[in-house]
């Protein structure tokens, strides 16, 4: 790769694409500003827009009101999509898209040919929601997972839109695995086929593959549970069929270690982690997402830091990514330390489509969204705009 050339993923300074009025700040936030080659793509900076769950559109179809979204981010070096579905298995959250019905693909195509014409690049996560959906998706029948281990606390979202508590789900078959497999792999064709400059893997926050990884959540005693390397099984080969499917340089993973979502978090978290992430070291996929940052919440056994993903990790040619509770000031600094290669914002883009320019020009960001406008549920779909495209730029 390219990029292997350069220290640390250097590159020689690009244009400048905005105007900047603060050279101070703009000197400040140089390495976060600066480009990256990620496989086959440059990226223009090294801000990532997280996947960012928004349920804005009817029967699982894209639509324009998600290009217009999405384009109005594209100053990010690299967007990933919110979750989206695999497979109609997968399934457990309304009003969002997914990438398992050949229909689906026009909309998605849409909103990449709107991104890349404004000079932008786009991964779409691949998300099967295993144990936090509810039988309402699927006809009656429950949810899966690795173990019939159900979420205690909380509730979960119906397909009619009630709040009701999760339900116990059915453990898988291992005949049923393979199938899994391939639903991750023809979704990733799809992708490639709407436009995608790649994937992500959606292996965190207490959904399917998490909760294979987890000793928590995964008590099987065939070749997908008991010890460490069991329990990674399924997400090394998930990672592995879709690299040879459209290509290693594709293809990017999310974990949550820290993470207490979804009632997860486990006392061999280290362990685990250090295992699966030196697997995908070892595949050599293009970039590891790591929500290493406690904002999101925290298990308590303990934390585990870009450093520690990083060694793990133990390949170059992968960039690493950290994200949760960054600001632009953290972020630099991470990457000036060579701790992580690019940074992801979630919150920061619901309110501020143009994040990037406001750091480059050193302005103040809007107040942080509240939590009823994050999902489309709780509009109608007439209304799906507020508080979704309708935030305010800014002027430099």
């Given at each position: 790769r ?10 020689p ?27 086959r ?13 928004r ?51 026009p ?44 979420i205690?606390?909380?509730e ?9 508590p ?19 792999v023809?979704?990733a064709k799809?992708a490639?086929e ?22 928590k ?47 997860m ?14 697997a995908?070291?070892?595949?050599g ?11 999101f ?7 585990y830091?870009?450093?520690d993903?990083r ?10 990514i950290?994200?949760?509770g ?8 991470r ?8 940074i992801?914002?979630g ?8 994040l ?23 509009y ?17």
């Amino acid at each position: 790769r390219v990029c292997l050339t350069f220290p640390r993923r250097r590159f020689p300074r690009e244009p400048q694409l905005f105007p900047i009025p603060n050279p101070a700040m703009a000197q400040r936030f140089q390495e976060l500003l600066s480009p990256l080659q990620l496989g086959r793509i440059t990226l223009k900076n090294r801000v990532v827009m997280a996947p960012l769950t928004r349920g804005r559109c009817e029967d699982h179809l894209p639509n324009d009101l998600m290009k217009t979204y999405y384009t109005q981010r594209a100053s990010a070096g690299l967007l990933i999509t919110e979750g989206t579905h695999i497979s109609k298995q997968g399934v457990g959250w309304v009003h969002v898209p997914g990438i398992y019905d050949d229909k689906q693909i026009p909309g998605w195509k849409a909103i990449t040919d709107s991104v890349h014409a404004k000079g932008g690049h786009i991964f779409m996560q691949l998300w099967h929601q295993g144990r936090q959906s509810h039988s309402s998706f699927h006809d009656g029948q429950p949810a899966v997972a690795p173990s019939a281990i159900g979420i205690e606390k909380g509730e979960c979202t119906t397909a009619d839109i009630k709040k009701v508590p999760y339900e116990v789900p059915r453990a898988l078959l291992l005949s049923e695995i393979p199938a899994i497999i391939q639903d991750y792999v023809n979704a990733a064709k799809r992708a490639i086929e709407a436009g995608f400059d790649g994937v992500e893997i959606h292996d965190a926050n207490g959904y399917l593959l998490d909760t294979f990884l987890q000793s928590k959540t995964n008590h099987r005693t065939d070749k997908y549970g008991g010890s460490v390397e069991n329990r990674a099984r399924l997400s090394i080969e998930v990672a592995r069929s879709v690299a040879a499917a459209i290509g290693r340089d594709r293809v990017g993973i999310r974990f949550s270690p820290n993470g207490v979502f979804g009632e997860m978090g486990s006392p061999d978290f280290k362990e685990q982690f250090d295992y699966v992430i030196a697997a995908m070291g070892k595949i050599g996929l293009v970039y590891v997402h790591v929500m290493d940052g406690l904002r999101f919440g925290s298990h308590g056994f303990g934390e585990y830091t870009l450093a520690d993903a990083r060694k793990a990790l133990n390949n170059p040619a992968v960039t690493l990514i950290g994200n949760c509770g960054y600001t632009a000031e953290t972020a630099d600094a991470r990457i000036v330390a060579g701790e992580a290669d690019m940074i992801a914002f979630g919150r920061a883009f619901l309110s501020n489509p143009d994040l990037v320019e406001r750091f480059r020009d050193g302005a103040p960001l809007n107040k942080d969204m509240d939590y009823v406008g994050w999902y489309g549920h709780h509009y109608k779909p007439s209304e799906f705009a507020t508080n979704y495209t309708d935030q305010p730029t800014h002027q430099a």
